[in-house]
């Protein structure tokens, strides 16, 4: 059975956009998050000059990019990093609250933090090369893919979401509170034909799904549809043939309208264009039926 975790977020100048530290409870790490602009009060908290990996994100040119290291001080390697590259704006430092990690520990995280960021694709690096895993024990690689985990589960919440994929398994999900919602977008004048599931919090556009092969919107201004639809042509998620773009992989939106936009490659309506299988409702419809019978899915 899963349990729900408690995220203790601390702002230390009390603004949202300053820096701020985050803990789970029962679990040994710390991260300490800052913008560029506050790294001289950043370097002096005792955290970072401890053991432990950091990033370091901002962009290049106009694209995202970031960097992924490690450092027995942090603190002496930032500035270094504060010399050299003028490219980043925000830094986070990832270390446990007694200093418990060795070098060891941290080459595996760097490794393992690298591999992640270049499956997911969501944000190009500028290391060079990645890593191997370094020999730890059998036991030193158990707690170190553990503390990772709950990593994983942190940062999407203080906006970093560089290592979170939303490439999901074959399989239809099965929701624990019932049967899955199912809808289908269809714009035959385009060949769109796509299904979806929505499980938890997730609208997840099904594998082979028939979506445009490229983007046919007004612009970039378009909430970052046209550039997440970009992306995952980049990434293969959406191959081209002749017969236009389909999904290689359950992805999974963060919205029915994201996923009804990329879909059909231009600014759209998700609540309205998506369709349940079963009853022929709208998005809208069958949300609002849902919520008219308490909570309880009519499908």
Do not use: C
Not at 84 to 94: A, E, Q
Not at 115 to 137: F, G, M
Not at 154 to 168: C, E, H, K, T, Y
Not at 242 to 269: H, K, L, Q, W
Request: glycine share 8%.
């Amino acid at each position: 059975m899963a349990y729900g975790r408690a995220l203790e977020l601390y702002f230390v100048d009390g603004r949202p956009d300053g820096m701020l530290t985050a803990e789970v409870f029962n679990w040994t790490g710390h991260i300490l998050k800052a913008p560029r602009t506050q790294i001289g009060a950043a370097l002096k908290r005792d955290q970072a000059r401890f053991t432990g990996v950091y990033v370091l994100l901002g962009d290049r040119d106009g694209e995202p990019l970031a960097y992924i290291g490690e450092a027995e001080d942090m603190s002496a390697r930032i500035r270094d990093h504060d010399a050299r590259r003028d490219w980043w704006s925000d830094l986070i430092l990832v270390t446990t609250a007694s200093n418990a990690l060795n070098k060891a520990h941290v080459k595996y995280l760097e490794a393992r933090l690298i591999e992640t960021a270049r499956k997911v694709s969501s944000r190009p690096l500028e290391n060079s090369t990645t890593p191997p895993r370094n020999s730890l024990s059998e036991a030193g690689r158990a707690n170190m893919e553990e503390s990772l985990d709950t990593l994983f589960l942190v940062l999407p919440a203080i906006g970093v979401d560089m290592f979170q994929s939303n490439q999901r398994p074959d399989a239809v999900p099965v929701a624990k509170a019932g049967p899955v919602a199912e809808f289908r977008l269809q714009t035959r004048r385009n060949g769109v034909d796509a299904v979806a599931v929505l499980d938890g919090s997730d609208f997840i556009v099904q594998k082979g799904s028939r979506v445009r092969r490229a983007w046919e919107g007004a612009g970039e201004h378009d909430f970052g549809y046209a550039d997440l639809h970009r992306r995952l042509v980049a990434a293969g998620i959406i191959a081209t043939d002749d017969a236009g773009g389909i999904m290689t992989e359950n992805y999974a939106f963060n919205s029915p309208s994201a996923a009804a936009a990329v879909a059909n490659g231009r600014p759209a309506n998700g609540r309205i264009e998506w369709k349940h299988v079963d009853t022929g409702q709208t998005y809208k419809e069958w949300e609002q039926a849902r919520l008219s019978d308490d909570g309880e899915d009519p499908a």
